[in-house]
């Protein structure tokens, strides 16, 4: 076997090149689903953390993610923009605020939902049912065992 053929099979057999092949492609289609919507992956994370968890400081919806303060606070002012949170004062804060879903951002709830079980249901399309079954619970398997992995990801599909 040549090197050539070594390393393309090395390559082709990484896990970690395999989720980075796959990873990108459902960046690519949630941000074509999301357009719709006029809203970004960063955007739909933070959305998605604010409608599950309710109010929060832009620090715990950042701490959640691992990003840092200016990426949230761009993703929270595009938001706002939108009408689908508000900052309102923080009750045991002067300096924070707490970020929370207003009625046009509960009401695109089911649409983000619809978007992520069609962009997982293309992704697992080949396979059988138990077969995507297993995957996901082989991904959350390897996702709670990973102690540098934050609370939440920052792909939320």
């Known amino acids: 076997m040549s090197i050539s053929d070594h390393t393309r099979g090395t390559r082709e057999s990484s896990l970690g090149w395999m989720i980075q092949r796959i990873a990108r492609h459902l960046d690519s289609r949630m941000n074509e689903r999301l357009a719709g919507l006029d809203l970004s ?32 606070s ?13 900052r309102r004062a923080h009750a045991t804060s002067r300096r924070a605020h707490s970020i929370q879903a207003t009625a046009a951002g509960k009401a695109i709830a089911p649409r983000l939902h619809a978007i992520v079980a069609e962009v997982n249901a ?8 138990s077969e995507s079954d297993a995957f996901g619970a082989l991904l959350r398997k390897i996702l709670n065992a990973q102690t540098y992995a934050p609370t939440e990801g920052t792909r939320s599909q």
């Open 74 to 86: 761009r993703a929270l002012d595009a938001l706002q923009e939108q009408g689908f949170v508000e």
């Open 122 to 129: 293309e992704l697992t399309s080949g396979l059988e049912q």
């Open 41 to 72: 992956l960063p955007t739909f994370a933070v959305m998605m953390i604010v409608l599950e968890r309710g109010p929060m400081t832009q620090t715990e919806i950042g701490k959640r993610f691992g990003m840092p303060a200016y990426a949230i």
